[in-house]
């Protein structure tokens, strides 16, 4: 099936720094993506919706300043936690949308540690 | 989409068949029915989907009532790697939007 990879895969920063991750489709092109936050022990959630050459449409509640999303090409789709703090620390996951009607693909996920 | 309902935790016995069930009593004719697992510390992995018969693969075979209300995912013989947490979602054909997730069921293997 269709791979799609993040980077990294783990990442520990201080409080007030930036981080980005990156999400790749690799042997497809994918015009939307996804991107969902995920605390422990709990379920997925969706941060947001990514699409090529537009900007992202977020979900209530998710802060558009804080979480910067950029989707330039049709395999590449960036993340970009701004000023993280404690509570931003999370598993972040990307997910592609394939060519066939029912297709969806997950990245393996990045974990994020704010100290 | 429509919601799901799932237990939160199931248990089973390696080498034996495993039934999830899944109930989505609100499901439009253009539904159709995804089931996912997730692994820990990992993302989530696709294991089968279905409209109205039932399908079979590798991984699996999702069972799915005539009313389309409720459906059944099954393992035939359960490995300890199949310990996660299984999703069943239901998605739009036609709007092919976004995937959203319920809280699943906790699947546990006892060997």
């Known amino acids: 099936g269709a791979v799609v990879s993040q980077h990294p895969s783990w990442v520990i920063c201080k409080s007030g720094t930036s981080v980005k991750i990156e999400c790749r489709s690799l042997?497809?092109?994918?015009?939307?993506m996804f991107w969902y936050r995920q605390f422990p022990k709990k379920s997925l959630m969706l941060m947001a919706t990514?699409?090529?050459?537009?900007?992202?449409?977020?979900e209530q509640g998710v802060e558009k300043d804080k979480f910067l999303i950029n989707h330039a090409s049709l395999t590449l789709s960036t993340l970009t936690v701004t000023s993280a703090h404690p509570e931003d620390s999370s598993f972040y996951i990307c997910?592609?949308?394939?060519?066939?009607?029912?297709?969806?693909?997950f990245g393996p996920g990045t974990r994020l540690t704010v100290l | 989409d429509a919601k799901t309902t799932q237990p939160n935790s199931m248990e089973s016995n390696e080498e034996e068949p495993v039934h999830l069930p899944c109930n989505h009593s609100?499901?439009?004719?253009?539904?159709?029915i995804h089931w996912y697992r997730q692994l820990p510390s990992q993302g989530p992995e696709y294991v089968i989907h279905?409209?109205?018969s039932n399908v079979n693969n590798r991984m699996a075979s999702l069972a799915i009532a005539e009313d389309r209300k409720s459906s059944t995912l099954i393992l035939h013989r359960a490995t300890l790697r199949d310990a996660a947490v299984y999703y069943c979602?239901?998605?739009?054909?036609?709007?092919?939007?976004?995937?959203?997730f319920g809280a699943g069921t906790r699947l546990t293997v006892k060997p």
């Open positions: 609100t499901i439009s004719g253009t539904d159709y």
């Open positions: 979602i239901l998605r739009d054909f036609h709007n092919n939007n976004d995937m959203r």
């Open positions: 990514s699409n090529e050459g537009s900007k992202a449409t977020y």
């Open positions: 997910s592609a949308r394939g060519q066939g009607p029912n297709e969806q693909f």
């Open positions: 042997d497809f092109q994918a015009t939307t």
């Open positions: 279905g409209l109205t």
